[in-house]
């Protein structure tokens, strides 16, 4: 669902556009939060979260998610993923499009990403990125269509 979808010997930080990056600069004009001192990733500024992730959300429903975000390792996004096994299998993929999505620009996450899958479903949906907090019945609806041929 609105994933990255990496190639082999490929790191998030090596697809993540510029754009993406600076929203993660608060408003205020202080330094990005891209890292802490304790090597983790910190979450997005409220804005960024409200206008880019969860804007089909009511003010309580993004700011009772934004305040339970938590920095997550920067590690994991640094990392050079070995991926050949994984497009090597014989399995079916799926791939669920937000269509109100704005954590990226548009295009990002479909077509850009999306074909990287090679031959997949698509399945497409409203919604922004954080679609399991806003249209949860949708999206679970999505996941078992994505399921079945």
Same mark, same amino acid.
């Given at each position: 669902? *609105?994933?990255? @979808?990496?190639?082999?010997?490929?790191?998030?930080?090596?697809?993540?556009?510029? &754009?993406?990056?600076?929203?993660? =600069?608060?408003?205020? !004009?202080?330094?990005? @939060?891209?890292?802490?001192?304790? *090597? +983790?990733?910190? &979450?997005?500024?409220?804005?960024?979260?409200?206008?880019?992730? &969860?804007? *089909? /959300?009511?003010?309580?429903? /993004?700011?009772? +998610?934004?305040?339970?975000?938590?920095?997550?390792?920067?590690? @994991?996004?640094?990392?050079?993923?070995?991926?050949?096994?994984?497009?090597?299998? /014989?399995?079916?993929?799926?791939?669920?499009?937000?269509?109100?999505?704005?954590?990226?620009?548009?295009?990002?996450?479909?077509?850009?990403?999306?074909?990287?899958? !090679?031959?997949?479903?698509?399945?497409?949906?409203?919604?922004?990125?954080?679609?399991?907090? =806003?249209?949860?019945?949708?999206? /679970?609806?999505?996941? &078992?269509?994505?399921?079945? *041929?």
């Amino acid at each position: 669902m *609105d994933a990255l @979808v990496l190639k082999d010997n490929e790191r998030v930080f090596d697809v993540l556009p510029d &754009i993406f990056l600076d929203t993660l =600069t608060p408003r205020d !004009g202080n330094d990005p @939060v891209a890292t802490s001192p304790d *090597d +983790t990733m910190q &979450i997005p500024p409220w804005e960024t979260w409200r206008d880019n992730f &969860i804007q *089909d /959300a009511s003010e309580s429903l /993004a700011r009772s +998610t934004w305040k339970r975000l938590s920095p997550e390792p920067s590690q @994991v996004n640094l990392d050079k993923l070995d991926l050949k096994h994984f497009y090597s299998l /014989a399995v079916p993929s799926s791939f669920i499009y937000c269509r109100h999505d704005q954590a990226m620009p548009p295009g990002y996450f479909h077509p850009e990403m999306s074909s990287r899958l !090679g031959v997949f479903k698509l399945l497409e949906m409203d919604g922004s990125h954080e679609v399991m907090f =806003t249209r949860p019945a949708e999206l /679970a609806a999505k996941i &078992i269509e994505a399921c079945w *041929d």
